[in-house]
Every structure is written in structure tokens, then in C-alpha cells.
């Protein structure tokens, strides 16, 4: 069994609501440190967690500013991004509107 296949019997396995009857939602995650996050000329490092819609309701995640990405978003691909509150402010200073900015993850 290669690599492959054991991961998508295991996702296949959590996709099933029924391997998992106490479980409310089952959301894919990855984690990415020493990202760097870059608008204009300022430059951050960051940790990147990638997942799906569900992760607002999952994590009770409430923006304070914009929306939550959809899951239109996830199956399109989109290019959308949630910052947290201490990375946005470092990236958008004196203010600056961070809301339909384009930012470079590297």
C-alpha cells in the first residue's frame, strides 16, 4: 500500500459520518511555519493553517472586519485569505483597510 492510498482510505474513512457518530464535524488541516507573509514592503512570518469553511464554526473563528472564506471558495480555488488580528495589523498599518488586498505567501 503506497503512501497515497493509505491517506485517502484514511480520508475516505473520516468522510464517512458514520465511523464517527460522537463527532460533530471531521475538517481537513495542514500547518505551514516560517511562511512569509508580504504587502508592500513589509515583510512578516507567519504560520499558516489551511482547512475548509467548516473551520469558523469548528473553531468559533469570528472576523472582525470582511467574512469568513465559503466553501464556493475552497472548491474554486479562490484566493482568499484569513489574517489573524496581530498579523493584519503589522501588515496594515495607520489603519489601512486590509479588505480586498492582495498579499504574497511564500
Given at each position: 500500500e503506497t503512501d497515497r492510498e493509505w491517506k485517502?482510505?484514511?480520508?475516505?474513512f473520516l468522510k464517512n459520518k458514520n465511523n464517527l457518530p460522537?463527532?460533530?464535524s471531521v475538517?481537513?488541516?495542514s500547518f505551514q511555519g516560517g511562511i512569509k507573509m508580504t504587502f508592500g514592503e513589509k515583510i512578516k512570518s507567519a504560520t499558516i493553517q489551511g482547512g475548509n469553511a467548516e473551520m469558523e464554526r469548528v473553531f468559533a473563528f469570528t472576523p472582525e472586519i470582511g467574512t469568513f472564506?465559503?466553501?464556493e471558495d475552497v472548491l474554486s480555488r479562490s484566493q482568499v485569505v484569513v489574517l489573524g488580528a496581530k498579523l493584519a495589523e503589522e501588515l496594515f498599518q495607520n489603519g489601512e483597510d486590509p479588505l480586498g488586498k492582495?498579499?504574497?505567501i511564500k
Open positions: 485517502k482510505e484514511k480520508i475516505d460522537y463527532a460533530r475538517i481537513p488541516m472564506f465559503t466553501e492582495r498579499v504574497k
